[in-house]
């Protein structure tokens, strides 16, 4: 993931990605990376959010499924 940058407060698997003023999942799991806008600028709510996917994700939650598969065809379809 790299160095947190001084002042940085936020939990691993969020991250800021420039240009966009939102936080960002950034994490891998089972080897995919996952990275989704929480569409939200307040760090509060991205928190309960990676939480919410991370636990959803380890109790094969049909949400967090849903996110996955989301990104991965993100993925697909930009490789074409």
Known sequence: MGRKKTGYNAPEGLVRLP???F???NFTH???LIRESTKTKNLDEAT???QEVKKSLS???PRSEA???R???KQKQ???
């Open 23 to 25: 936080w960002w999942v």
């Open 59 to 61: 109790a094969r939650n």
């Open 19 to 21: 240009p966009s003023p």
């Open 48 to 50: 309960k959010i990676l």
């Open 78 to 80: 930009s490789k074409v």
């Open 30 to 32: 089972n080897g995919k």
């Open 67 to 69: 996110i996955v598969n």
């Open 71 to 73: 990104y991965l065809e």
